[in-house]
Every structure is written in C-alpha cells, then in structure tokens.
C-alpha cells in the first residue's frame, strides 16, 4: 500500500478533531475525503503534509513511518493546494512559480514552468501581479505551483470552491487530464459531490472526527439506497446514528 | 543547508522590494527621518553639552547604529510577517525546506533590507551634519556584526511569538525594541543607570557596544575585548533564538495554528 494512515487521532485540548482513522491509498489512485465542515478533514490533511502533529497513531508512506522521512526528503514528494491558501500577492505569476521550483529544486525550471503554463492556460497573465487575478486564474496558479515539482501524492483541499461552472469543469478536466499522463495519488477534500463522483476513485466519509463509511461512489450509493453521492452525503451527514 | 533553497527564500522577498517603489521609498524614509531629527538634537548637545563638546557626531553615530538594529530586527519580523499577511504561510511551511533554511534566508535577506534603508541616511549625514560612521573604522565592522546578530535574535523571538500567539503577537514585534532601548544605553552612558539596572544591561550586547563606541570617538582608542565580549553575548542570545523558535515551531504544528494561521 502506498499509504497508510493508522489510528490516527488529533486532540485540540480537549477537543477531539480526529478519532482514530484508518485507511489506505493505493499508488495512482484519488480518494475523495468527503464530510461536513469541522469533521476533520483539514486536521487530517494537515497531518499528512506534516503541519500538524498527531496526538496518536501512524502515517505511512511506502510502509515507512513518516517520522523516518526527513522533512525535505518527503515534502519533496507531496504538494498541495487550496483556494484557502494563496501565493505572495505581491509577486508575478512568475515570479511566484520560479519561487516554488527553487524551493522543490526542479531541474529545467524554465521548461517545467513554460509546460505547466501551457497545460493550465496561465502564460497570458505571466507577468501580472498574483493579487490581481481573478479567483478562477489564481485557482489555475496555485495549481501550477502544486503541480510544479511533479508529485508523487497531491492534496487538494476544496479545489474548484467558488469558481464558476466553466473555470471549475477546467480545472476538474486538467486534474483528470494530468492524471491519466502521470502517475500521481491524490486525495481530494471537497464538498462538490458531482466532482467527487468525476474525479475519485473511491471516497471515505468522514464526520465528528471520524470515519463513518467509506467505497467507491457506486458502492456506498447503492449500500444507503440513494440515487446519486450528494443524496447519501446528506443521508450520512444528517444522520445521527454512528456507522 | 542547501543554499538555492535559501536564495529562493531570499528571492522571494527581493522580488517583494523590487516590484514596488513605495515599498523601496518605505524602506529608505524611517531612517533618513530618524538621521534628520537626530543629526539636529546631535548638533545641540555638541554645542551646549560639557560631556560631548569635543566629540562631533556621538549622538548621531548611536543612532545611526541603533537605527541599523532596529532595521535588521523589523526586516526579520516583515518577512515573517508577509507571509502570514499574503495567506502563503501554509506553502511555505509545506515545502521542502529545512526550518534552519528559513532561519538562514531570513537573516541572509534581512541585511539587504537593513542596507537598502540605511546606506542612503548614512550617506547623507556626511554632508549634511559632518558625521560619518566610518570614523569608527575597522571595529565598526565587529560591532555591526554584534548589532546584527542581536537585532537578528529579537526577531527569531517575535516570530517565535507569532507561531505561538498567531497574528495577534504582531503588536509585540513592533513594540519589542523600544523595550530593550533604556537598557541598551544608547545616548548615554551606564552609570546613569540604577546600580540593579546596571546588573541587568551588563547582561546585554547593547551596553557594551555602545559604550565602546563612544570610547573609540572620545578617546581614540578601540577596547577589542569589549567588542569580542558583545559579540559572544549576542551570539549566546542568537542561539537562544534559535532554540525558543524550533520550540515555538513544534508548539504550533501540536496547537495546528500553520494550517490557519493567518485568518
């Protein structure tokens, strides 16, 4: 298994975020992390990428514990983005993307820089200020920046909130364009259940902290005897029995 | 250490600079404003001052060199602070860069800062009120580096308090200079201090770079054990620092303030 999150729990005082979760992701695969707000999603993320230490339990990467990988040595694997996390404001989109590359140590910046501009449709708003963007073409940048040093486990927290319908269907396009042209896992925290359907090959449904279902859409749709992903969200995020 | 992550590090705030003149004019008016008013208070002690009579230029050599502390200090906390403010704290601490390759590009990049401020009020003393820095000669050199790197330790311990406390520290990173400033004897001499105050301001680099300072411009003469004592203090101090801001980073990834600091 690529990864493995075992027993994993994160206590803020004395607030239980995370109660210890299991699950694993195959290489090359995405898993949808699906919840309502406050039911742990971020900590977990945050756990994963390292910025938040786990009060208990273990992450595996390649049946290594995390702990054994040096903090480069890692995060040189992972990326992330979020519309809640941004680039300097003050800084070109070129600027910004030349940054990222150095701080990943990409080889061939310029050309791994002019691909991803290509692919993500940015090279006409290079030389413009990030702060300036419109929410769609910051959404686009701060894909590029997680795409730039090609990695191995990507995590997107909420990727396409608020863009409209046609910047959001690009960007679930090029994620699922990327992916076929490369191997990469990702795991996808979102509440649009029409792109979780899209994108994922499996989900876990999390709530209060923990994990209350998980499997593939068809699967856990057809288990709770609903018609589509969003009707059993709403079936499990309502409900007040613990699976 | 791998140095082109701290270059990029370093970029990122060069690029910050380079792209808005404002910014650049920012930089350069504190310092010059604060040359102005001290060369003026300067010119009247030396001229109706029994203490600096023949000494053209002590005041404004302290402000000058205080000056120089306080830049390098704040330039290390706007750093920091930038990245809470631009929402890009998350990015960076998600990158493969060591926590002392930040610590090394900040104070790497906060001499340019401190210099793009300073060298244009410095060079405009010199004509303006006789007074150059450089008269100090060769120990001028070790007592930046003393300044430098206290200036440098007051900012590891704000941003230490920003990874703790959040944004709402940023009050305290303005305001910690000016707590240390009595005690530092910057204008005036130790022994105007209380005997337990003394205790206490021997206990930091800044009397002793002060004092030395004003020796070398009275009497011409340099005290390089004095020097060599500052900078072993601060150097003490800066590895102080260094510690508190690793407890501090560990503090807040248990607390998980880097996930959501900044809102």
Not at chain 2, 84 to 104: C, D, G, M, V, Y
Request: charged share 20%; proline share 4%; glycine share 6%.
């Amino acid at each position: 298994m690529f990864v493995q999150i075992k027993n994993l729990s994160k206590i803020y005082k004395k607030f239980l975020a995370v109660n210890k979760i299991n699950f694993n992701i195959e290489r090359n695969k995405t898993i949808g992390l699906l919840g309502p707000n406050g039911c742990g999603k971020t900590t977990t993320i945050g756990m994963i990428l390292g910025l938040v230490t786990p009060s208990e339990g273990e992450i595996f990467i390649e049946n290594k514990n995390i702990e054994k990988y040096s903090r480069d040595q890692i995060l040189s694997r992972f990326n992330f983005a979020s519309p809640y996390v941004e680039l300097p404001k003050k800084l070109t989109v070129k600027q910004n993307l030349e940054i990222y590359g150095r701080l990943y140590g990409i080889k061939n910046l310029k050309d791994r820089i002019n691909d991803i501009a290509s692919d993500l449709d940015i090279k006409n708003f290079f030389e413009r200020k990030t702060g300036e963007l419109s929410s769609g073409q910051k959404n686009r940048v701060s894909l590029a920046k997680s795409l730039i040093n090609k990695p191995e486990i990507l995590l997107l927290d909420e990727p396409t909130a608020s863009l409209d319908p046609d910047i959001g269907d690009f960007i679930r396009s090029y994620i699922q364009e990327y992916k076929s042209k490369n191997k990469i896992t990702i795991l996808l925290a979102s509440h649009n259940m029409n792109e979780v359907e899209r994108l994922c090959d499996s989900v876990i449904m999390m709530k209060k902290g923990k994990i209350i279902d998980s499997g593939t859409c068809e699967a856990l749709i057809k288990k709770h005897g609903r018609s589509n992903l969003e009707e059993t969200f709403l079936k499990l995020a309502r409900s007040e029995d613990e699976f | 250490m791998n140095f082109n992550k701290i270059i990029a590090l370093g970029l990122r705030h060069l690029y910050l600079i380079m792209n808005s003149f404002p910014r650049i004019l920012d930089l350069i008016y504190w310092p010059t404003v604060q040359i102005f008013l001290w060369g003026f208070i300067s010119k009247f002690f030396t001229l109706n001052s029994e203490y600096y009579s023949n000494t053209i230029g002590i005041i404004l050599t302290a402000a000058i060199l205080y000056d120089f502390l306080f830049r390098a200090s704040i330039s290390f906390n706007m750093m920091f602070l930038e990245e809470i403010w631009s929402r890009n704290f998350t990015n960076l601490f998600i990158a493969p860069i060591k926590i002392r390759e930040i610590i090394a590009a900040l104070t790497l990049t906060a001499i340019i800062r401190t210099l793009i401020g300073l060298v244009p009020a410095v060079l405009i003393a010199i004509p303006l009120f006789g007074v150059s820095v450089l008269k100090l000669g060769i120990p001028l050199i070790f007592l930046l580096i003393s300044l430098y790197l206290f200036g440098i330790t007051l900012g590891l311990l704000v941003t230490s308090g920003l990874l703790r406390y959040g944004p709402s520290f940023e009050n305290i990173a303005w305001a910690s200079l000016f707590f240390l400033a009595p005690l530092g004897c910057i204008y005036y001499p130790i022994e105007i201090l209380p005997e337990t105050l003394q205790i206490i301001a021997k206990g930091l680099p800044l009397v002793h770079i002060f004092e030395e300072m004003r020796n070398i411009l009275m009497t011409e003469t340099v005290n390089y054990l004095k020097i060599f004592k500052s900078i072993l203090i601060s150097l003490f101090y800066f590895i102080i620092g260094v510690i508190v801001f690793y407890i501090s980073y560990f503090g807040a990834k248990k607390r998980g303030t880097l996930i959501n600091m900044g809102e």
